[in-house]
């Protein structure tokens, strides 16, 4: 099973579309009805809930139980409404290239590309030397004593000498991981 997600919170809009995808399958059977949008006679639902669910509606939904869609349709929709894409399990999305340099501005630019260039849950962990600083949480939860950090990817994350507590730049080592810790990375940025 893949679930896909659809958020925008200014709009109230928070949809589960559960589906019988696995793995790298692209064409999908939508198995139930979208979860977060209020059925006619329904009771119980919020008035924001109600709300959301007008407004994804009004988006263009246009699947239905039962009936089968491309993957990339589910991504192309999320993306030309504004709405945040969560995918779970992320299997899917894997990323296919990853790597660490530092740039003419000596700050280190960790790349991640995924396979539908969707952003990308990672933990990007660095040697001891690194003492992450707090203006690094602008790409996620600094985790490990401020030796390693975990959030969202979208192609890369440039990180300053300050964010990383460092002050010239250095050799490092960072290993990266996605999908839970299925896929890892070894990076290494040279100080040259």
Not at 65 to 88: P, R, S, Y
Not at 118 to 133: G, H, I, M, R, Y
Not at 147 to 171: P, Q, R
């Amino acid at each position: 099973m893949r679930l896909y997600r659809f958020v925008k919170t200014n709009d109230k809009i928070d949809v589960v579309v559960a589906t019988d995808g696995s793995c790298g399958q692209k064409r999908v059977f939508i198995t139930e009805s979208p979860r977060g949008v209020v059925v006619p006679g329904q009771t119980g639902a919020t008035d924001d809930q109600k709300e959301g669910s007008d407004s994804f509606l009004a988006l263009g939904w246009k699947w239905n139980v039962g009936e089968t869609v491309q993957h990339e349709d589910l991504v192309d929709f999320a993306e030309e409404n504004g709405l945040t894409l969560t995918i779970e399990p992320q299997e899917i999305n894997d990323i296919v290239t990853a790597s660490a340099e530092w740039d003419a501005e000596n700050n280190l630019v960790i790349t991640a590309v995924s396979e539908l260039n969707q952003s990308k849950e990672v933990e990007a962990v660095f040697p001891n030397t690194v003492d992450l600083a707090e203006s690094a949480t602008r790409f996620g939860e600094i985790t490990n004593g401020g030796h390693s950090i975990k959030g969202k990817i979208l192609n890369s994350w440039t990180l300053t000498l300050a964010d990383l507590g460092l002050d010239a730049k250095e050799e490092l080592e960072i290993v990266l991981f996605a999908n839970g810790g299925v896929q890892s990375f070894n990076l290494a940025a040279s100080a040259d």
